[in-house]
């Protein structure tokens, strides 16, 4: 983990936001690449061991350069589009795809020195969205050294939130007002996201780290639903801390970014869940893959099939492997089955308190039964519910 | 309508002045709490013993394997044994050595040291960065420091973090708070699991991590090592001990046979003991290899460490071989 | 209705304490007490001090 390294504090984000502060308005844009470049470099090289991830900086380069080729209505944007698709299947899903194609053969091609450049998730989605809103003319071109700081802004390159150009541009050439609400607030939101990594996502480590076949098979069976929610718990607080830390950091250069989890265990239906989780990802997954699909535009038979795409694909992104697939499928078909259900039974204008409760419990037991497929392999999953439900 | 906060520059470093404030009360708080460590403690024992002729140094193994009473009875009931443990667990040499220098200013005229050790203790480079040096090696912060810098390679970077953690208790002494949240977490770890064998340094299915994960392993680090020379912190510790005239006996530690017949009843083990004996015999130094001393398994408590029982016997027969000086020249080859 | 408007100010005052939201909750002062907001940074910091080193690896625990 990057942020709580000191060297993310000391030498990247206090002097980048200081920096970026008492600089004229036109070079501000260029702190921020300068700052993310030499980011990049530092953790690409001590993290990532060595010389060849740090030079994936060129990607970012690349990208930038054919940006600035990207025009309304024009077939360029899809180049861009599938650059990154080319970009994430080679470094991310290569190796998962020749297992799967390459099989039954003892020759698999795999690329057996594979590393994933640092936030290639993230960085390659907002390549995407920038190339396909910029054939809609959904966003302004900007000039070069403004699309470099939104694709080289540090406090969100390695987990999020995904960032959208035009809600990121307008900040990027804000006057900067108010220094120290914004650095109190920054200082806080830090603050609040690694107390909650640590002393809670961490220390739930110590029930999650039993989520393995050998410890599945001897432990008591009252124990594995404590597990179950533990990681649950675990990799809410964990997340939604990386995405406070990188939140109040943006905050200190005076640029706010939209806010990711909305306390999801709250919600009383999967739809509102993921609403509230992970928001910049449903987002971006609404306007590029479901609305593309057709969305809710078409028949209904057409459209559970799109929300089971959709939450595929999202499977798909959280990881190469079988397991996130059926991760993707267990909450698509919980999405159509409660669209189903909805549209032959509206909701009530006023649920009783008891029909409430029952509907925030259903979801948050959906939602984490579907966990046991994030945090474990099919056979470890498998194995796990069969323990939890036949002993 | 709610009003925002109101913040202005004053208050925002007015508010981080309070929180340096109660960062300083919590240094205070941790450093009234770890005056009584494993290290403290031991360097405390060091002071308030009374003159010692033997010293038992090492890491764990020395620690609990060795019982100065059963080693060297004393005189009378009104004495305290000759010999004085100063071993600490968890330690590498370079700690053993600022224990070794703060019981040469507390003992006069020691005559014997014994140094335990086993696999490749004596001849692996140690290394650590800051943040290693939690646990027992945090006395490298207040002890002495200037041999942690000197034989710690440490980067401009490592150096800075290593001048400023060892000022504040509260950044020195973290591995002493952070046991506590690992205590914590072993207990909830255990919930629902079956009961963990446990003995006085942890859980017994520990210790098999220091151990080579095979015999494989273990014979290429033999072949590595047998072109090594003493670490640097082992020729001190001989270097100092030889110049106030103290005898040094370098013993390998027993251990259970499983240890003893995976790794030691190697060829490649007897070719990397030959090459630390020339080592020691250049210094005059002797060996003494009480590996299998103790062949019955029940007398170990885990991978490494002996049973108090295993350790009366060990101390008992060291004692036997120590009370005549010149048995100890025979010791250096072939004693077993 | 009582119990959500408890959880909805309650929800709302954590995300003041959290630095997500500017405006506390209904009731509640715009505190910009630098002593407040101080002991407050101060408690997470300490926090953050004990729970932080969960991955280094204690074999040995010796007291």
């Not at chain 2, 680090?221 to 082992?234: D, T």
Request: glycine share 6%; proline share 6%.
């Amino acid at each position: 983990m990057i942020f709580n390294t000191w060297a993310y504090y000391l030498f990247f984000l206090i002097p980048s936001a200081v920096l970026f502060r008492l600089s004229p308005p036109r070079l501000r844009p260029w702190v921020i690449v300068l700052g993310g470049s030499l980011f990049f470099l530092f953790f690409s090289y001590t993290a990532l061991g060595g010389l060849v991830p740090a030079t994936c900086l060129a990607i970012f380069l690349w990208e930038s350069f054919t940006s600035r080729f990207y025009r309304p209505k024009s077939w360029f944007c899809w180049v861009g589009v599938v650059q990154a698709v080319i970009l994430l299947f080679i470094f991310k899903y290569w190796n998962f795809f020749v297992g799967l194609v390459w099989f039954n053969s003892s020759q698999k091609p795999y690329w057996t020195q594979a590393f994933l450049p640092l936030g290639i998730s993230f960085f390659t989605f907002e390549f995407i969205h920038y190339a396909v809103d910029r054939k809609q003319s959904k966003t302004e071109a900007g000039t070069l050294g403004e699309y470099l700081a939104f694709i080289l802004f540090f406090p969100t390159m390695v987990a999020g939130p995904i960032k959208r150009y035009q809600q990121f541009l307008p900040k990027l050439r804000a006057e900067l007002a108010d220094w120290s609400l914004d650095w109190h607030r920054g200082i806080t939101r830090i603050l609040t996201g690694l107390a909650k990594k640590f002393a809670i996502a961490d220390l739930l480590t110590a029930y999650t780290n039993h989520l393995n076949v050998a410890d599945i098979a001897v432990a008591n069976r009252a124990i594995l639903p404590l597990w179950l929610l533990a990681y649950g718990m675990k990799i809410y607080t964990d997340f939604s801390a990386y995405s406070d830390i990188a939140i109040g950091s943006a905050r200190l250069f005076g640029i706010p970014i939209p806010e990711n989890f909305d306390w999801p265990y709250l919600q009383t239906n999967i739809a509102q869940f993921w609403r509230h989780w992970h928001i910049s990802l449903t987002s971006w997954l609404m306007d590029y893959v479901y609305i593309p699909l057709g969305g809710s535009r078409v028949s209904p038979g057409r459209v559970y099939f799109n929300v089971i795409a959709t939450m595929l694909v999202s499977g798909i992104w959280h990881g190469a492997g079988i397991n996130f697939v059926l991760w993707g499928l267990w909450h698509g078909v919980s999405l159509a089955i409660h669209r189903l259900y909805r549209s032959l039974r509206p909701l009530p204008q006023n649920p009783s308190p008891a029909s409430q409760f029952a509907s925030w419990l259903l979801t948050f037991v959906v939602a984490n039964l579907g966990w046991a497929f994030f945090c474990m392999d099919v056979h470890t999953a498998l194995f796990f519910f069969g323990r939890l439900f036949l002993g | 309508m709610q009003e925002k906060l109101l913040i202005t520059g004053r208050r925002l470093f007015a508010a981080l002045l309070v929180c340096l404030a109660i960062l300083a009360a919590g240094n205070f708080v941790v450093q009234r709490l770890t005056a009584h460590t494993v290290a403290r403690r031991i360097l405390a024992d060091t002071r308030a013993a009374s003159p010692s002729q033997i010293i038992a140094l090492g890491n764990s193994l020395m620690r609990s394997g060795f019982i100065p009473d059963s080693f060297g009875p004393p005189a009378s009931p009104q004495d305290s044994s000759p010999a004085f443990n100063l071993a600490m667990g968890a330690s590498t040499p370079v700690e053993q050595l600022l224990l070794f220098r703060a019981g040469l200013r507390s003992f006069s005229k020691p005559r014997l040291l014994l140094y335990g050790f086993y696999d490749f203790q004596l001849t692996d480079p140690v290394a650590f960065a800051n943040a290693d040096l939690v646990g027992n090696h945090d006395i490298l912060y207040y002890q002495e420091p200037q041999f942690a810098r000197r034989y710690f390679s440490m980067t401009r970077y490592e150096s800075a973090a290593f001048e400023a953690t060892r000022r504040f208790p509260m950044l020195a002494e973290r591995g002493a708070v952070w046991a506590k949240v690992e205590l914590l977490r072993r207990y909830l770890s255990q919930q629902g699991m079956p009961a963990e064998v446990r003995n006085q340094f942890g859980r017994v299915g520990d210790f098999t991590l220091l151990e080579a994960r095979n015999r494989e392993e273990f014979e290429q680090h033999c072949a590595i090592a047998s072109y090594e020379k003493l670490n640097a912190p082992v020729s001190e510790i001989i270097r100092e001990a030889q110049q106030q005239g103290i005898r040094v006996v370098v013993i390998v530690m027993p251990l259970p046979p499983k240890h003893v017949q995976s790794f030691y009843d190697t060829p490649a083990w007897s070719a990397y003991q030959r090459h630390i004996q020339q080592l020691l015999a250049a210094q005059s130094v002797s060996y003494l290899d009480a590996s299998a001393w103790i062949p019955d398994g029940s007398k170990f408590g885990d991978a490494l460490h002996l049973t108090p029982e295993g350790a009366d016997e060990f101390s008992r027969r060291l004692g036997a071989l120590c009370s005549d000086l010149e048995n100890l020249n025979a010791c250096s080859t072939t004693e077993k | 209705m009582k119990k959500m408007k408890l959880l909805t100010w309650l929800i709302q005052f954590l995300e003041f304490l959290g630095g997500e939201r500017d405006i506390p909750p209904a009731g509640f002062p715009a505190l910009g007490n630098p002593l407040f907001w101080g002991i407050w940074w101060g408690a997470l910091s300490l926090v953050i001090y004990v729970f932080c080193g969960q991955s280094s690896k204690f074999i040995y625990i010796d007291f």
